[in-house]
């Protein structure tokens, strides 16, 4: 039972942040992708990037984190600070994390 409770708090510690609307809209009008070309590139329903972007619901964290890995791939890296959210940055090389020019936020280090 204590090495239950010790992982759960383990998972909770290094959750990574999860992406906001705002961030989803942002990245999408960056990559000049609409609703649907994000949904089929993270392979989730257009109902779910609609009615998240307009703020009708949030969804189940699997699919939230199907639209980071889609966004995180074509080159756009969320931005938080102190765990906020506070923008997109854009890489150079989706493939290097260090190349990363901010977008939509300031002073994000």
Same mark, same amino acid.
């Given at each position: %039972?204590?090495?239950?409770?010790?992982?759960?708090?383990?998972?909770?510690?290094? =959750?990574?942040? %999860?992406?906001? $609307? +705002? =961030?989803?809209? +942002?990245?999408?009008?960056? @990559?000049?992708?609409? =609703?649907?070309? @994000?949904? /089929?590139?993270? *392979?989730?329903?257009?109902?779910?990037?609609? #009615?998240? /972007?307009?703020?009708?619901?949030? $969804? &189940?964290? !699997?699919?939230? /984190?199907?639209?980071?890995?889609? &966004? #995180?791939?074509?080159?756009v890296? @969320?931005?938080? *600070? *102190?765990?906020? $959210?506070?923008?997109?940055? &854009? %890489?150079?090389d $989706?493939?290097?994390? /260090?190349?990363?020019?901010?977008?939509? +936020?300031? !002073?994000? =280090?």
């Amino acid at each position: %039972m204590t090495t239950k409770i010790i992982y759960l708090r383990e998972n909770i510690l290094y =959750q990574k942040a %999860m992406i906001t $609307p +705002a =961030q989803c809209r +942002a990245a999408r009008g960056w @990559l000049d992708w609409n =609703q649907k070309d @994000l949904a /089929e590139k993270a *392979k989730v329903s257009m109902s779910t990037i609609r #009615d998240f /972007e307009s703020g009708k619901r949030s $969804p &189940i964290a !699997n699919n939230l /984190e199907a639209l980071r890995r889609a &966004i #995180d791939a074509a080159g756009v890296q @969320l931005v938080f *600070k *102190k765990g906020k $959210p506070v923008g997109i940055a &854009i %890489m150079d090389d $989706p493939a290097d994390s /260090e190349g990363a020019i901010a977008a939509g +936020a300031e !002073n994000a =280090q």
